[in-house]
């Protein structure tokens, strides 16, 4: 419940990619709109919708604070598990009997940055993340049964390889927690064949989760680009739309060796290096510096004939499933959000580690010295979001033109960093959609298709550009609302009260006659010409972008539209077009 207040108090999500195709993706699946459209996300319109879906769902049926929240009570359910984690982790030792300790080291994995910064949206990270923790937790829980040769430790044994197995099957990314699972196994204090038939039956239980959640959406992109994870990995799939690739998002790896290694000091300090948002955080450095002390002690005591480590198989499996898990991740994507399921496991390793080395009272201290700096570090500096609106009933709508012809138009969005295709979801689903610069390379051919498209479909075709927002903009919808809800400019005496604060103040204000004789907020109209000047230079840039392209506006008396993200709103206009001959 304290998570989904969280998320009620955060606000309506509004990342960039909700915007740019979560949204669009559960409405696309649903209308069937692969068949029409082209990229109207980037390379994202092709990612597993099933999430995206019941996002779209909820946000369609159910008011969006109700929504938020219970989303926010949804990642909530993480901590329960992680809690459960450490107990299991902690059970046959010296602190077997700590539940304030097993309290404490959950409540820390809970108010890591990662996971809070997802409390309530629609990325899929944390959502994802249950299933991930729910597969360790019955791993750890079960620990003992795995190892006998029955039928039921197999099918223990394939149920949490089906849940890690689900979770790439919803997000891809999540096939790192799949790999480290099956590695985490073999450490197992049961013979060789009892870890092999472990990690065998885990790794099919992987592949049953993984056609179970994803596979219909990989036949899909087989059939339709012969390509089941379209457009990356193109270089093993090719498509004449895209050139050979493998994984399309290449800004967040290490640019060399030395960096790779220093990977997790580097991170922590310099968090713009593999995320978007500045968030600070410190419990990566902690638990790699503490990883390379644990195993310079434990070659050191191995070569001088002394006991290594008094690690249980339990906590082995925990650091085996971080460490392979954080290799995996580095390898294949090195993006923060991805590591939410790690992260909330990060003060247990710390904690199991540091006990480890200094076993006793001081171990104790130190472990709890480290893991509250570090939860400190967070709450000090607050867990910056990927983005969040106030509030209003309905999460998402948008005026939109008047279309006679859904079946024969088509929309064009430029691309860019904007984040448009939320805006598709508001037009009749008839209407094709495409993007002239996705986000991902593309062939000559992938123009080539845009044309057909808008040819083939033989009626109207508009480019639609986003307005650009002046924050003096939103001072004046704030002003004006408040002004709605007090009555302050329904009077002359009021207006003129209004008018002397404005000019007393020097506010970035100005005040004008409405059509009822009063007065209303609006821009300076220094600041409504500079907006305007910005906005016709946009649309002259577009115009340009789309010549490039092989298309060309018909008018420059574009249609002026509102969009509306919870209570934020957005202008974005609405441009005839047409192909060149």
């Known amino acids: 419940m304290l998570f989904g207040l969280y998320a009620l108090l955060l606000g309506q999500d509004n990342n960039w990619d909700m915007r740019n195709y979560h949204l669009y993706n559960g409405f696309a699946f649903l209308h069937d709109k692969l068949a029409i459209d082209l990229a109207p996300g980037g390379m994202q319109s092709y990612f597993t919708p099933t999430l995206d879906v019941l996002t779209w769902l909820l946000y369609a049926g159910l008011p969006a604070p109700l929504v938020g929240f219970a989303l926010g009570v949804l ?3 993480a901590f329960v598990i992680v809690f459960d984690i450490v107990r299991c982790a902690l059970d046959g030792t010296n602190e077997r009997r700590s539940e304030r300790t097993a309290l404490w080291i959950s409540l820390a994995g809970a108010l890591t940055a990662n996971y809070l910064s997802g409390i309530g949206n629609s990325m899929g990270d944390n959502t994802t ?6 597969a360790v937790s019955l791993t750890l829980k079960h620990w003992d049964l795995l190892a006998q040769a029955s039928l039921r430790a197999v099918v223990l044994a394939l149920t949490i390889g089906a849940l890690t197995g689900a979770a790439s099957g919803l997000k891809l990314t999540n096939t790192m927690y799949a790999i480290a699972l099956c590695a985490g196994c073999l450490v197992h204090p049961g013979n060789v064949l009892a870890r092999l038939r472990i990690g065998f039956a885990a790794g099919i239980g992987v592949i ?8 219909y959406w990989f036949a899909t992109m087989w059939q339709t680009f012969r390509n089941p994870f379209f457009p990356q990995f193109s270089n093993l799939f090719p498509n004449p739309l895209v050139p050979p690739i493998g994984v399309a998002d290449l800004r967040w790896f290490p640019s060399s060796v030395l960096d790779a290694l220093l990977w997790p000091f580097i991170f922590s300090f ?3 290096r593999i995320s978007d948002t500045p968030i600070r955080q410190v419990i990566w450095a902690l638990l790699y510096a503490a990883a390379i002390l644990w195993v310079a002690r434990a070659v050191w ?3 001088t004939a002394r006991r290594a480590t ?24 090195s993006v923060y959000r991805y590591v939410v399921a790690m992260e909330m496991l990060a003060p247990l390793a710390l904690y199991v580690l540091v006990h480890d080395m200094l076993p006793g009272r001081a171990g104790k201290r130190i472990a709890t010295w480290l893991i509250t700096f570090a939860t400190l570090v967070v ?9 969040h609106v106030r509030w209003a009933r309905t999460g998402f709508h948008a005026d939109t033109p008047a279309i006679s012809e859904p079946r024969r138009t088509t929309g064009v969005l430029p691309g860019g960093a904007q984040g448009l295709s939320w805006l598709v979801t508001q037009f009749p689903p008839d209407v094709a959609f495409v993007t002239l610069e996705p986000n991902v390379l593309v062939t000559s051919r992938y123009n080539e298709r845009l044309k057909d498209i808008i040819a083939q479909r033989g009626g109207p075709a508009y480019v639609v550009i986003g307005g650009l927002e002046n924050s003096r903009r939103e001072t004046v919808r704030k002003a004006q609302a408040l002004a709605d809800e007090t009555g302050l400019l329904r009077s002359d005496w009021g207006c003129a009260v209004a008018r002397r604060v404005v000019d007393g103040l020097h506010l970035d204000l100005a005040l004008k006659p409405d059509e009822a004789g009063r007065c209303r907020f609006t821009l300076r109209a220094g600041d409504e010409a500079a907006l305007q000047t910005e906005n016709a230079a946009q649309v002259k840039q577009t115009a340009a972008l789309l010549e490039a392209h092989g298309l060309r506006m018909t008018s420059t008396a574009c ?4 969009g509306w993200i919870g209570n934020h709103s957005i202008e974005y206009q609405w441009c005839p077009i047409e192909l060149l001959r």
């Open 270 to 272: 310099h968090s713009q």
């Open 75 to 77: 990642h909530g359910l």
């Open 379 to 387: 709450v000090a500096h607050g867990a910056p979001t990927y983005g």
């Open 559 to 562: 249609g002026t539209y509102r």
């Open 129 to 134: 993340a249950l299933l991930v923790l729910l």
């Open 310 to 333: 008094s690690l249980t198989s339990r906590q082995a499996f925990v650091l085996v499933f971080i460490a392979v898990g954080y290799v995996v991740w580095l390898k294949m994507f």
């Open 208 to 215: 049953v989760g993984l056609v179970a959640s994803g596979g």
């Open 301 to 303: 005591r191995a070569l």
